[in-house]
């Protein structure tokens, strides 16, 4: 998995990195900004994390997790630095290549600490039930601290089922974990912790309860549900209809594991407002990653496979706050050029980013309007036809057979509204919704006696 980091005032990016080389904003290679980890033969299953040395300003670390197979199925940790304050400020990679740790699972992420300074770098063993915490400081890196919570992550298990995503929730209270499982049924492959980010302590594991192979995982904005993608789906008798649900939301703000599981519901099987209905599901999903307008993106899935969109395609949640199919999920394709496409995996971010965000207003979209009951005694009802996603404000104008606006304006009216008709005679009246110049909706209604 690729990183990448923005200017904290102006959003200017910054650099970027694939875990093996890293590119300055003017998308050129950063002086030494080649081999920051040794090369990998599994590429694709490594991940990167760009994290700020704690307040040293201007400097920033490279953490790679890397899987090498002459080692066997194990990963390591390196770490570059980066001095953003060399070169007229399109930076330098000072430092590269430093091993920090090995026998590593493929999970990586990092938390800020309380101080308001400092981070904590979180990864796993390979063949236990280790966490490894350290620090993260103007001063450097400090040792890892190990800490047996949770399951033991399978030795036998090889490398392509051993690897999984973690993710903690913006607030940096919670963190969750995934293991691609050998079955199903096994709820120690979705987990859940509580995270003290004044000490970088874990505690409160929590298995939670799934219906297939767990390995995508975000947190909403408002810390409140945890979104989980699934590689595949088996027919769990807790579960029904999950042929292809590849998302399930969790309300992780009750205390209670059972409360928690009682929560789960796939978003796409059932789901009338989804976009794309054969097989009335969604298919195998891969990463999911919070972004800045506030919604959540998925890695390529199922659906990506298909047609001549092959790879343009992700799945997004635009409004992960919300409950149930309100989150409003769709299938959606993405214009990236002809020889562009995206792949099963998101960058990796600090969650933190993206802590308490309202999602942007979704793009505008044209609207169908249905007026009734047409003909009328006395008033029609106005409504938007597609019920799945937030009902558009719009201004509404009467109009007359000669041309005269009758009564006010009727300014902001959004959703379903009734129109009185009563007072006025007999005839063809125009109602003229404005959608705020974006679109002009005219529907002709008959008013008798």
């Known amino acids: 998995m690729a ?67 002459s080692r066997g199925f194990t990963y390591s940790l390196f770490a570059s630095l980066v001095n953003m304050n060399l070169h007229g400020g399109l930076g330098d990679i000072v430092a590269k290549q430093e091993l920090l740790l090995q026998d590593l699972s493929s999970r990586l992420t990092a938390v800020p600490h309380t101080n308001g300074n400092d981070f904590w770098l979180i990864t796993h063993s390979r063949t236990s039930d280790i966490f490894f915490v350290a620090s993260v400081s103007r001063e450097g890196i400090s040792e890892f601290q190990p800490q047996s919570i949770g399951p033991d992550f399978p030795a036998t298990r090889p490398t392509i089922l051993n690897h999984g995503t973690m993710k903690p929730s913006p607030d940096g209270k919670m963190l969750a974990c995934t293991i691609n499982p050998d079955t199903y049924t096994t709820e ?72 928690i599981n009682a929560s789960a519901i796939g978003l796409i099987a059932n789901n009338t407002c989804f976009n794309y209905q054969a097989g009335n599901g969604g298919g195998p999903s891969f990463t999911l990653q919070l972004a800045p307008d506030g919604r959540i993106y998925s890695g390529t899935n199922w659906l990506a496979l298909q047609g001549e969109d092959s790879q343009r395609q992700l799945l997004v949640i635009h409004h992960p706050n919300r409950k149930e199919f309100d989150v409003q999920i769709e299938k959606k394709t993405f214009a990236l050029g002809q020889e562009a496409y995206l792949g099963p995996y998101t960058p990796l971010f600090l969650e933190s980013y993206f802590n308490n965000l309202e999602p942007l207003p979704r793009e505008f979209e044209p609207v169908s309007v249905i007026a009734y009951p047409n003909p009328t005694t006395t008033a029609v009802r106005i409504s938007q036809e597609n019920n799945c996603r937030d009902n558009e404000v719009y201004d509404l104008r009467i109009i007359n057979s000669t041309g005269q606006l009758v009564g006010r304006v009727q300014k902001g009216v959004t959703g379903a509204t009734e129109v009185n008709l009563s007072m006025y005679p007999a005839g063809l009246y125009l109602l003229v919704l404005d959608f705020g110049g974006r679109q002009q909706v005219v529907k002709k209604v008959v008013k008798v006696n």
Do not use: C
Request: charged share 15%; glycine share 6%.
């Open 188 to 259: 120690d492959n979705l987990q859940l912790y509580d995270f003290d980010a004044s000490n970088g302590l874990l505690s409160n594991y929590r298995p939670l309860a799934h219906p297939g192979a767990p390995f995508g995982l975000s947190f909403s904005p408002d810390n409140s549900k945890l979104y989980v993608s699934f590689i595949s789906i088996n027919e769990d008798p807790r579960f029904s209809e999950e042929a292809y649900n590849a998302i399930y939301q969790y309300e992780v703000n009750n205390p209670a594991v059972a409360a």
């Open 3 to 69: 990183a990448t980091i923005s200017d904290a005032v102006t959003g200017e990016l910054l650099f970027y990195t694939d875990g093996w080389n890293a590119w300055n904003r003017n998308h050129q290679l950063m002086p030494n900004g080649q081999e920051l980890s040794p090369n990998t033969d599994n590429f694709i299953y490594h991940q990167s994390l760009i994290v700020p040395a704690g307040d040293r300003d201007n400097f920033f670390y490279i953490f790679t997790i890397n899987h090498d197979s």
